[in-house]
């Protein structure tokens, strides 16, 4: 998974939350935009999603 942002959106982004509060933000914007665009997902789909999100901050933090 990967987002395009402005230089300095992300940055700020990172100051204004926590990274809990980030990751939770940004797996609830893109379930809802692939349930949208392509229908429900599952509930062990969803764990999928929230599993490699963790691992995508835990490695920003390493």
């Not at 204004?16 to 379930?31: A, F, P, S, T």
Request: charged share 40%; no cysteine; proline share 3%.
């Amino acid at each position: 998974m990967s987002f395009l942002l402005p230089e300095g959106t992300a940055e700020a982004i990172r100051q204004r939350m926590d990274k809990r509060e980030l990751r939770g933000q940004v797996l609830d914007d893109y379930l809802a935009d692939y349930e949208r665009r392509k229908g429900p997902v599952s509930a062990q789909e969803q764990e999928h999603a929230r599993q490699i999100l963790d691992e995508v901050f835990t490695e920003k933090d390493e």
